[in-house]
């Protein structure tokens, strides 16, 4: 063999590998547009996706308190984790990653949707080749056994989410949901109204002691 035929071989067998993961999103997308709750199941670390909800919602209540006080903005802070909690473990079931991914929004969480999504366009869908080669063309490989694929591949970045499909024992599956920054807004500002109700429960017996 020429030696610069090395350098060639290389670089295809690293583009094969590139593409492995594509199969694993495509089977993967079209079990979560047919309700599919098995395949979710044997496709998703639910362990990972925990800590990765868990944080999110956290900087997102965060964020919406910045305007108060330090001391109020803990106990805000305090409160939504308790308020927020039953939110992320309803999460983490095959029906909720489904709910969220097959259109991007949440239905069973009971948060309100931006007037602009467009439904199911907005949800993990690979209708065609044309539409997988988008997804490859927004991905973002991390090393060897992991890549970060926003979804849907052409909308705004504040209505994508993005997945991150990790390998582990010759398969790829989905270890983190990064939000969008619309549903984390959201996200925040239900979390931080329900504490806030729960703190003004608790302070008018206070108010109301002579």
Known sequence: MRWWLLPLVAVL?????????FWSLYEFAAA????????????????????????QISAAVKADSTALDP??????????????LPVMESALTPEAVI????????????????????ERRDGLRIPDLTRLLRY????????FRSVVIAVPPDRPRNEQFRIRLRL??????????????NLRTRIGEKAAAGAARLR?????PDKGTP
């Not at 496709?43 to 925990?50: A, E, K």
């Not at 582990?168 to 920054?181: A, F, K, P, T």
């Not at 003004?200 to 008018?204: C, E, K, Q, T």
């Open 13 to 21: 067998g690293w583009f094969a590998y590139t593409l492995t993961p």
């Open 32 to 55: 979560v547009q047919a309700g599919d709750k098995a395949a979710v199941e044997r496709r998703v670390n639910f362990r990972t996706l925990r800590l990765s909800l868990a944080r």
């Open 71 to 84: 001391r109020e903005r803990q106990r805000i802070a305090d409160a939504a984790a308790a308020f927020a």
């Open 99 to 118: 709910d969220l991914l097959d259109d991007g929004w949440p239905q069973g969480a009971d948060l309100a949707a931006p007037a602009n999504r467009h």
């Open 136 to 143: 490859y063309l927004s991905s973002d490989m991390r090393g």
């Open 168 to 181: 582990r024992d010759w398969g790829w599956r989905l270890v983190d949901i990064e939000l969008s920054e």
């Open 200 to 204: 003004d429960n608790r302070s008018a």
